[in-house]
């Protein structure tokens, strides 16, 4: 008698498993070509880039692309700008989601289910509806036009809460109990015995914020009227489009985009692993 996994794989599972690679290999290649095109075009001469039809390979690859955007841009300042965003509202984000979400995993209290119900359903609100209202209070508490009017509104997330609650869920009372006993606080309960347990999910939120926050563009746009010092490096490659006159700078847009991507791409090299383990341990309890 065969078993379900010889059933489904048909009479021949090694052309099955052939087939399944063959699809694997096309989806990555699909999904990968967008990043492996931008690297190349950024390492083109100007007259490559406006070839038609199109250069797949620069036949003289060159780097002097890299180095005009950081003439056209203040590339460094960009770039710290980014990171400054990114990093601290990741942070942020871990603390806030770590705390909020132990305790709505492990306290009992009045109310905890509704108020969850509508954290979550904040969720379900696209970002552009509270763009307004929530300017108007960055304004009125005098943080417009600075970095600090990116980050604050952003250090705690729906998300990010709900990750967490999930993760911590399974994290056994019995082991929060042990700690109580031997006198620990509550913070140290949720820094040195939850924290731990739940590295996997904190990895994940990590990427998932980091890359968020690199990334967004609306935001930071509408908060730095008036304050281009403060651009992280996705506004500032605005200016590189401006730059562009039709196709003679392809390669100027293109070098300045693969250098905005690589801190993601970096750090995504570094936490898949975590990344990974997340998705199996969320498929495992549920």
């Known amino acids: 008698m065969r078993d379900g996994s010889t059933l489904f794989r048909g009479p021949n599972p090694r052309a099955a498993d052939g087939l399944i690679l063959l699809l ?4 990555a290649v699909i999904a990968a070509f967008p990043l492996v095109w931008m690297v190349l075009s950024s390492l083109k001469t100007p007259a490559e880039s406006m070839q038609t039809p199109p250069v797949w390979f620069p ?3 060159n780097l002097s692309a890299y180095r005009e955007v950081a003439e056209v841009i203040d590339a460094q300042r960009s770039f710290w700008n980014s990171f400054l965003i990114a990093t601290t509202t990741t942070a942020g984000i871990l603390v806030t989601s770590l705390m909020a979400g132990y305790a709505f995993a492990k306290y009992q209290f009045r109310g905890r289910d509704t108020l969850f119900a509508v954290m979550i359903a904040t969720m379900f609100l696209p970002p552009i509806v509270t763009l307004i209202p929530l300017y108007r209070l960055v304004t009125y508490m005098g943080f417009n036009a600075s970095l600090i009017g990116v980050i604050v509104p952003n250090l705690a997330n729906a998300f990010g809460i709900f990750l967490m609650r999930q993760f911590i869920a399974g994290v056994p009372d019995e082991l929060i109990d042990a700690a109580r006993v031997d006198g620990a606080s509550e913070l140290r309960i949720v ?3 939850v924290a731990p347990a739940v590295v996997p999910a904190i990895a994940a939120l990590a990427l998932f914020a980091f890359v968020y926050h690199w990334n967004t563009y609306l935001w930071p746009l509408t908060v730095l009227q008036g304050n ?3 651009y992280p490096i996705v506004l500032s490659l605005g200016r590189l489009l401006s730059y562009n006159r039709g196709a003679m700078n392809t390669g100027l847009v293109m070098a300045g ?3 905005a991507v690589l801190p993601p791409l970096v750090l995504f090299v570094f936490l898949q692993r975590f990344f990974v383990d997340s998705i199996v341990s969320s498929g495992v309890k549920g």
């Not at 694997?24 to 989806?27: D, K, P």
């Open 24 to 27: 694997i290999i096309a989806i």
């Open 59 to 61: 036949a003289t690859p």
């Open 191 to 193: 820094f040195s015995v």
């Open 228 to 230: 281009s010092a403060d």
């Open 257 to 259: 985009a693969t250098l």
